[in-house]
């Protein structure tokens, strides 16, 4: 992965965890940052990361930004 593509990832990945829940940056921390020390900031942890995992871990979070706002939208229309 070149350089740009592996900062916009990284940055990527900084952004879209900074809006999921503790649960969400736990898990992922349990996934990618060694001996799953979950008490790494999460930044770090992606800092850390090896490029090679970058593309898998941004279709996760991906998924899970997903997921979380299809959640959302079915609690909404629930409480109308």
Do not use: H
């Amino acid at each position: 992965m070149n350089k740009k593509l592996e900062e916009f990832a990284r940055k990527t990945l900084k952004y879209n965890l900074s809006c999921c829940g503790r649960a969400e940056q736990d898990l992922f921390k349990r996934m990618y940052s060694p001996m799953a020390d979950l008490s790494l900031p999460i930044a770090t942890v992606i800092d850390q990361m090896e490029a090679d995992k970058l593309d898998w871990a941004m279709t996760q979070v991906d998924n899970t930004m997903s997921d979380k706002s299809t959640k959302e939208s079915i609690q909404k229309e629930k409480k109308s």
